[in-house]
């Protein structure tokens, strides 16, 4: 039997989803629902489904992150909202996406595509690098003020952390951890409110509650069952890196 998992961060998005694939493909198995794409690529690692519907923009990851450190791993369907030039992208045949609103014609056409290449999994150089041309793409059209300060509690003071200070950020039950070189500190913000101000390109998250910065790392060290820990630069602390994001450090 097919499975597949589901991602948006829109509930209303998700359920019209689940409900036209349940009429289109009856006999997939949806195996996990994702609100964020963290929460996709988890559970791509861990369920190993046959395809995954990813909405392009998402909270942490993108849709097209999830896609890039999925690739052999299953088919991607991108559900998206964008109606512009990059959709031009996908109409050259090697992706294939989903124009929010969704219609059930057009998803049955996406499935019986699907049937067809579901016996292989591998992804040409080419799927990459459009991949990688439109990430940049929207990336420049939805380009947002970033974070360049940060206010955080030291004991009874509140002290204001440059970004470009910062070598990570941990999250802490109910607080996330802001860690420099010489200080830390903790803010009531989550990791997913601190993305939405983050340059994603300079800070990697690297695990469920890490988000470190790139250039802080110095090295990677990989142990003997496969287990990846990073090193930083100007800090003894020692960072764990998950599965789900070991694709970040393949070159290392």
Known sequence: ???????????????????????????????AQCEDGTDALEAIIKYEPDVAFLDIRMPGLTGLDVA??????????????????AIGAFNLGALDYLLKPLTLARLSQT??????????????????????????????????????WISAR??????????????????????TRV??????????????????????????????????????IARARRDDLGGITVELRGHDERLKVSRAYAWRFKGM
């Open 1 to 31: 039997m097919p499975t597949a998992i589901i991602a948006d961060d829109e509930d209303l998005a998700l359920g019209e989803l689940r409900h036209m694939l349940a009429q289109a493909w009856p006999e997939l198995t949806i195996v």
């Open 68 to 85: 890039q450190a999925a690739v052999g791993k299953c088919h991607v369907i991108f559900t998206t909202a964008y109606d512009s030039h």
């Open 111 to 148: 499935v019986e595509r699907l049937r067809l290449r579901m016996d292989s999994r591998v992804a040409a150089p080419e799927l990459l690098r459009m991949m990688s041309a439109l990430d940049k793409r929207l990336t420049q059209e939805n380009k947002t003020e970033r974070m360049r």
């Open 154 to 175: 030291v004991g009874d003071t509140i002290h204001l952390f440059p970004i470009d200070e910062v070598l990570f950020f941990e999250s802490d039950l109910k607080y």
């Open 179 to 216: 860690v420099t070189a010489d200080n830390e500190a903790h803010v009531r913000l989550s990791l997913r409110e601190l993305q939405q101000g983050l340059d994603l390109e300079q800070f990697w998250q690297i695990h469920r509650g890490t988000i470190v910065r790139a250039s802080a």
